[in-house]
């Protein structure tokens, strides 16, 4: 009975990791169909050199950004004690909940010239416009601080745990050895700490190049933008499947950077048991240093933003809860639900299948499917349109055979191809959550049921599926704010006259109706903080 249904589950396994290759396949095809040598010409004397160079400067600019904040938060609340701590260790991942789009909008609101803050810097001052300078925020420079800001969490959240963990004692040796804190600081918790911020700073580097709706409302040239510009304005489809193709090799070698720089370096804590870490006092001014550092990442990538869209969306009161907004959380929310479930079901089946075999093909096929987080939504869009319009062509024509009639598109017309790039995409994060709390739980439960002549399927229905339900319901969750907030996958593949909040706050905001983009906005931030709530209580009960 053990052979047949672990064949069944390793080919469940088998069939989603190619459905989630299939995307990146599909870009890799094309990129060598029709005139490659004119197309690639083209975009050599034209427009890559900025996608390149806009790419590489936002590359790194966020990663050092990212370091130097995320670093910096993790130390202070894990390594000392100083006013508002406590508050600090969980709240400094709440920036996660603000969409980088959504700060983009906010920001160009309130600092543009003719927005609130300028405005009141001439009242008070009598000056004009020749009388002052104040930095563009639609630029360069402000799109990367609009991604410091709200993507410094990734590090924040892995580097002070990695300090928490390994910090104990031998932050005790190194000041029996003469160190002092700076000293101990770069020494030993720094490099200690290295392979966690380099996970979090890759992590934090892969959401930019993701990014769309940020670096397009700041008319900066990357290869997300121009893969949307080729499809749609151009039409040229391997033009953006190039692009598309040239975006995934910089998330590869993101990913190999990341991976040589841990080398063969390993980490373990060898003391006998991990001892309680009291936070180092700082008095007086350092104190007050510390929360003031603690203070500005927030309100930046949180609290300001948070107060500017309320102020926006009460002061648009005639746009708010109307039928068509209705319609568009309504949208959003039947695409997330659909999506999560739909995930969270092959994820218990992919990690209930690599935990039943025995040999390395289930666990490798789960790896490779766990790889669709990497690929940024606009590549997964292109690679599924591909084949799926020319899926879609073929039942159409053989459906006209069949019947006399014409069904149009069966499958891109409707929300299934969108729903398909959504798993394709965020399959990972399930599986992930699902994976890691399943294999907490030990063997020997799954002997005791089989000793009381329960099967595979039954075990895992009377006896893990409860046990996992916490776990459950935390995978689904995250899957559905991510799918809340999901802009460049949904624009290029929604359907007709098909919008969700995150394509229509940024459609409003393309238009200069930054007011009336307010309520979407609000509406993705307040689902956004849902399961950052949930971490956030996570993290304030830690004992240390």
Not at 225 to 242: E, K, M, V
Not at 480 to 488: C, Q, R
Request: charged letters at 10%; glycine letters at 8%.
């Amino acid at each position: 009975m053990l052979r047949p249904r672990l064949n069944l589950l390793l080919i469940v396994s088998a069939t989603v990791a190619a459905l989630v290759g299939l995307p990146v396949a599909s870009v890799l095809s094309n990129v060598l169909a029709g005139d490659t040598g004119a197309t690639w010409s083209h975009l050599a004397a034209t427009v890559l050199p900025d996608y390149i160079g806009n790419t590489l400067a936002l590359c790194l600019l966020v990663g050092l950004g990212v370091m130097l904040v995320g670093v910096a938060t993790a130390w202070l609340t894990a390594m000392h004690d100083f006013p508002g701590r406590r508050i600090f260790e969980w709240a400094l991942v709440l920036p996660l909940a603000m969409p980088a789009y959504v700060l983009a909008y906010v920001y160009t609101d309130f600092l543009q010239f003719v927005g609130p803050l300028q405005t009141f810097l001439r009242e008070s001052f009598g000056w004009s416009k020749a009388d002052y300078w104040f930095p563009e925020v639609r630029s360069l420079g402000g799109a990367v601080t609009m991604f410091v800001f709200v993507l410094y969490p990734y590090v924040y959240l892995l580097t002070r745990t990695a300090f928490i963990e390994r910090a104990s004692g031998m932050l005790e040796a190194s000041r029996t050895l003469g160190l002092g804190p700076w000293r101990s600081f770069f020494r030993v918790s720094l490099p200690l700490a290295r392979p966690a911020v380099a996970a979090g700073v890759t992590l934090a580097l892969m959401e930019t190049l993701a990014d769309y709706g940020t670096v397009s409302y700041f008319a900066v040239q990357t290869f997300t933008t121009g893969i949307y510009r080729a499809w749609f304005s151009l039409g040229d489809r391997i033009a953006a499947a190039q692009l598309a193709a040239a975006l995934l090799g910089f998330v590869i070698l993101l990913l190999a950077i990341e991976h040589a720089s841990r080398g063969r370096s390993r980490f373990h804590n060898t003391s006998g048991r991990r001892r309680p870490l009291a936070g180092q006092p700082l008095p007086g001014w350092r104190g007050w240093v510390a929360t003031a550092v603690c203070t500005l990442p927030l309100s930046i990538g949180f609290l300001v933003p948070g107060y500017l869209l309320l102020r926006l969306a009460l002061a648009e009161r005639d746009g708010q809860f109307t039928t068509h907004f209705v319609a568009l959380a309504r949208n959003s929310f039947v695409l997330a639900g659909l999506t999560a479930i739909i995930a969270v079901t092959l994820a218990v089946l992919l990690a209930y299948g690599a935990r039943l075999s025995t040999g390395w093909l289930a666990p490798s096929l789960n790896r490779l499917v766990g790889l669709g987080y990497a690929v940024p939504g606009s590549v997964i869009a292109v690679g599924v349109l591909i084949p799926v319009t020319r899926l879609d062509n073929w039942l159409a024509a053989q459906w006209q055979v069949w019947f006399a009639s014409n069904p149009g598109l069966l499958i891109t017309g409707g929300i299934a191809a969108l729903i398909y790039a959504y798993l394709v995409r965020f399959l990972a994060v399930a599986l992930q959550s699902v994976g890691t709390s399943l294999a907490k739980i030990t063997p020997s439960m799954d002997d005791a049921a089989r000793s009381l002549g329960l099967g595979q399927v039954t075990t895992l229905w009377r006896v893990h599926l409860p046990i996992l339900r916490g776990s459950l319901l935390t995978a689904c969750l995250l899957v559905f704010v991510d799918v809340m907030k999901e802009l460049p996958a949904t624009l290029v593949m929604r359907p007709f006259d098909f919008d969700t909040l995150a394509t229509q706050a940024y459609t409003l905001a393309s238009d200069e109706r930054l007011a009336e983009a307010a309520n979407a906005s609000l509406a993705i931030v307040a689902v956004g903080l849902l399961p950052l709530i949930a971490l956030s209580r996570q993290i304030s009960r830690t004992r240390r």
